[in-house]
């Protein structure tokens, strides 16, 4: 199973008012600073980046299934920087599901997939979510 | 290399707010939901989880070293619940540290925890991170 999120623009205010209050370093917060970094401009948070994809999961998916919350996530991976004004789309797959160790629940591991709108791939993850099973 | 990089109250308006705008399931948003929900209230949204930890780790670690950039977090899990009134704490040790395979950077790879005020871990990953290496 695979699923297209759909798309969301970067806005530079969210941006760097996310950063300021969670990942306040310089290439993210100070644009001097950032100028004279290898990135050449503000770039977001990673962290930023998560929650956008998160946003588009949620709405494109988690809200669709019976999620009952986030083990967490391997593997995650901000190969390319977001710069504001950027457009991120968001594409997953559901890669496997079993139950879980406690009842009535199954885990389901999803590959996660933002892209910029180059074509760069930005964000990559597997999440693994506990959802309660259909009745038999 | 291990730091205490100090503690955070989890304030409720700002984890509501940050999960309407970045992961707006019902656990997360909805009071009444989260109530019949198996924890009983609302909960936090995981990136909310891992944007305190980021918050704690840049003031009390990144700001410190020549963080040039985060690849990524390994095995990051949620293993319990963080509410509204929780106090976390985050530590972190360095457990590698090597040459990149692009100079003048080094990876280095950290281990993080944050616990909650019963001791309990709410958060733990490992962080990827290109930093600058010192001359020689």
Redesign the interface.
Known sequence: MTRDCGSVAVQRDEMVE?AR???????HVDEAAAEE???GEL?A???FT???T??LA??GF??DIR????????????PA?VRAGDTLSVTLEVTDAEPAETNPYGLVETAFEATNQHDETVLS?VGLLYVLRREE
Chains 1, 2 share one sequence.
């Open positions: 996310f209050n969670y990942d306040p370093q310089p290439m970094s290898v990135f770039i948070s990673g962290w998560a929650a956008l998160s946003r949620v709405e988690l809200n999620n009952v919350g986030g083990r967490g996530t391997d593997d995650l991976r901000w920087p993850m």
